[in-house]
């Protein structure tokens, strides 16, 4: 893995962004959460909720407030003093997918915290998101080949297709493994950093995305102590609807990184897939509520809350670290081991009887507090 020469002098931006975004979300969170509990966007306990108290939701609205703020003035402050050069891709419809697409998410995502609307209407919405992205020339063109050197183009419709399903796959994948506290939002946080690593390497040479990327990494940052076992506040589907629409679009803005963003985000991916298998095979929908993704078998195998979720944080910085020292059919190759290890970890046996009904909130109480 080579850097690129002009890494150097994107490192201060990449700071700002970084600590600016940060404390941004950090003061920005609190103010959600009053706003929250005010409005009665609160997760009592009970059914499939995790939480053995009344916490608010939507604390993903200060996490895109604060990256859309920063990336924003960014945006606009490098338009003129050309901190960094802008990739030769990069259009003003780039732009206008990532921002406005991203704040479009949250607030759609919002309205679920608010209304709780049925998944059906979540996946129209997801696609119709998606679509605005590709209408604005947000597209996967190609991707690496894993077979030979260069790239894999895709035919122009084929490729509108498998960016919506992209899109989609991702808002998903970062929905569903939201199930413990800190667990979606510290996976973006390693999956944002590696995306803005890797564009700054000679394959790549994105460092204005880089910027954006560790704009994203420190949003996160700032909220996840307020969203870290115990929990004071949860995303939300405003919250996990714009890291995953907002990671769809970083990891497309340019060719190469969706491999990349691929094996970093393997473990929701792959859960994702693994979980829409089983519940097809049962005979039942792909949105049915259940006990079964990765997170639960690390529970119900004796694992607490905060150990289950920094277990997931260690694999996801190992699928991180091999992403950027991987290329090609080598990726592939990681993400496939990866993709049985987990589809078998996903059919161990525990100390339970396999649940597909409704998970009951003291199903998460610690057996033990954890040890520093």
């Known amino acids: 893995m080579e850097f690129i020469a002009e890494a150097g002098d994107a490192l201060p931006p990449i700071l700002v962004a970084l600590l600016v975004g940060a404390a941004a979300s950090f003061a920005l969170t609190p103010l959600i959460r009053r706003f929250a509990l005010r409005e009665g966007l609160v997760d009592r306990p009970g059914g499939r909720r995790v939480n053995l108290v009344p916490v608010p939701r939507a604390g993903g609205l200060a996490v895109a407030a604060a990256f859309l703020g920063v990336s924003g003035i960014f945006l606009w402050v490098n338009e003129r003093e050309l901190f960094v050069p802008a990739p030769v891709f990069l259009t003003s419809g780039h732009v206008t997918a990532l921002l406005l697409g991203g704040a479009g998410a949250a607030v759609l995502g919002a309205l679920d915290d608010y209304f709780d609307l049925r998944a059906r209407w979540q996946l129209l919405i997801q696609v119709g998101l998606a679509a605005g992205a590709v209408a604005l020339g947000v597209t996967i063109t190609a991707i690496n080949n894993p077979f030979a050197d260069g790239l894999f183009r895709f035919e122009p419709a084929f490729a509108v297709l498998f960016t919506i399903f992209w899109i989609v796959g991702m808002m998903n994948s970062i929905n569903w493994i939201d199930g413990l506290d800190g667990l979606s939002s510290g996976i973006a946080v390693v999956a944002a950093v590696t995306l803005g690593v890797i564009s700054l390497t ?171």
């Open 202 to 372: 000679i394959d790549i040479a994105q460092p204005l995305v880089a910027i954006l990327c560790f704009a994203l990494a420190g949003s996160l940052l700032g909220f996840l102590p307020w969203n870290f076992h115990p929990a004071s506040i949860f995303p939300g589907t405003s919250g996990v609807q714009f890291i995953g629409f907002t990671l769809a679009i970083l990891s497309i803005m340019g060719e190469a990184k969706v491999a990349v963003a691929l094996l970093v985000l393997g473990v929701p991916i792959i859960d994702t897939f693994w979980i829409i298998v089983r519940r097809l095979w049962e005979r039942r929908s792909p949105f049915t509520p259940d006990r079964t993704h990765i997170h639960h078998r690390m529970l119900d195998l004796g694992l607490s809350h905060r150990r289950t979720v920094v277990l997931i944080y260690g694999i996801c910085i190992l699928l991180a670290l091999l992403a950027l020292l991987l290329s090609g059919a080598d990726q592939l190759y990681a993400f496939l081991g990866v993709f049985l290890v987990l589809g078998l970890a996903l059919y161990l046996p525990t100390r339970g009887k396999l649940q597909v009904e409704e998970l009951e909130a003291a199903a998460y109480e610690e057996p033990e507090p954890d040890r520093v």
